[in-house]
């Protein structure tokens, strides 16, 4: 079993719509969670980070942690064809290191 | 902060021979994190400095990978005798502990193929 999970997609939604990403993770110590997006050939970058249960808002995107659940997802408001585009999902525990999902690929179709 | 920077950005060598990345990472970061990537893989930790201090190494990672961080400063990553199944992008990432969120700045990698 991996660490992180994630569904590989493709995620196909219109533009307009909200994208939604999940995330599973085995390790119930880890106490931060992460999500980055990363373009063909590029390396990843960070959208946003969420440390404790609940939403977390900024602007277009949400991320929600359940640590009960072990669950992390990542909201899309008014996707754009700009955010085509593989999305990790990452957990650490202590920041010495981290484990990525495989991630999700994500088209948004105009 | 010009980002961080790794070098060379491909390297193509034969199969037995040893190579060495290096990357520098943004000043005054002290965190730095190296990660192989695989085609529709995520980064896979490998290694983890704070400061010269290697505190992390995966249990993934065999003994013909090293790295180093002799100053706090740059990092190398050596991979002995490689192998194809070596063949992948190798990310370094760094990032400042104490800051809000701890974010990681990946470089752009370097491309492995071994032949």
């Known amino acids: 079993q991996k660490e992180v999970e994630q569904n590989s997609g493709p995620l196909s939604v219109p533009e307009g719509a909200i994208a939604s990403l999940n995330c599973t993770y085995s390790?119930?110590?880890?106490?931060?969670f992460f999500w980055y997006r990363q373009y063909s050939g590029k390396s990843p970058e960070l959208i946003m980070s969420i440390y404790s249960n609940g939403d977390k808002e900024d602007g277009r995107f949400t991320a929600q942690l359940n640590k009960a659940s072990q669950y992390v997802s990542l909201l899309i408001r008014d996707s754009q064809p700009s955010d085509s585009a593989t999305y990790l999902c990452a957990a650490s525990y202590n920041f010495n290191k981290f484990y990525f999902g495989s991630g999700t690929k994500l088209n948004v179709k105009p | 902060d010009t980002g961080v920077s790794q070098d060379p950005r491909h390297k193509i060598t034969k199969r037995g021979q040893n190579v060495t990345f290096r990357c520098d990472p943004i000043s005054e970061h002290n965190r730095l994190y190296w990660y192989r990537q695989t085609l529709g893989q995520g980064p896979e930790f490998l290694t983890y400095f704070q400061n010269e201090a290697q505190l992390e190494k995966s249990r993934l990672l065999s003994d013909r990978f090293s790295a180093e961080r002799p100053k706090g400063s740059f990092s190398t990553l050596e991979i002995q005798r490689t192998e194809q199944g070596d063949s992948a992008m190798y990310l370094c990432?760094?990032?400042?502990?104490?800051?809000?969120?701890?974010?990681?700045?990946f470089g752009p990698g370097t491309r492995l193929l071994v032949l």
């Open positions: 390790d119930r110590g880890s106490q931060s």
């Open positions: 990432a760094s990032s400042s502990s104490g800051t809000a969120q701890e974010t990681q700045y």
